[in-house]
């Protein structure tokens, strides 16, 4: 949380809220990505989770052949990691959209745009 309150320094209170707002609606939970992956790792579940559904359907595809319960067992002490990156990132795209909303109503319009 400390990181994005690195990334919100120079927002204004709304562009916060806006930012907390969206940014809550989308955010993974490190926990829930562990126990996927513990409990539902051989059918994909971690994957499905975090949007990686062809990955998912890939896992479940061959869960008759354990290898993706073997590979999700490896992932399992990889997914808070990942789950870290994700809202990462996340939380960099809703702020590079805020500010693209500012500086977007900063622009003076010149009447041609109208149609």
């Known amino acids: 949380m400390l990181d994005n309150m690195m990334l919100m320094k120079d927002l204004s209170d709304s562009e916060k809220l806006i930012f907390q707002t969206e940014f809550n609606a989308i955010r993974k939970d490190g926990t829930t990505g562990v126990l996927l992956a513990l409990f539902l790792g051989g059918v994909g579940g971690h994957h499905f989770y975090m949007g990686n ?13 354990f290898i993706p319960a073997l590979a999700a067992f490896i992932e399992l002490f990889l997914m808070s990691g990942r789950v870290k990156e994700y809202n ?9 959209k805020i500010r ?16």
């Not at 559904?53 to 052949?65: A, E, Q, S």
């Not at 990462?88 to 590079?96: C, D, G, N, P, S």
């Not at 693209?100 to 149609?115: I, Q």
């Open 88 to 96: 990462e990132q996340k939380a960099q795209e809703i702020v590079v």
């Open 53 to 65: 559904v062809g990955t998912g359907v890939l896992y479940l595809l061959f869960c008759w052949t």
């Open 100 to 115: 693209a909303m500012r500086s977007g109503a900063n622009t003076p319009s010149t009447g041609s745009e109208a149609a």
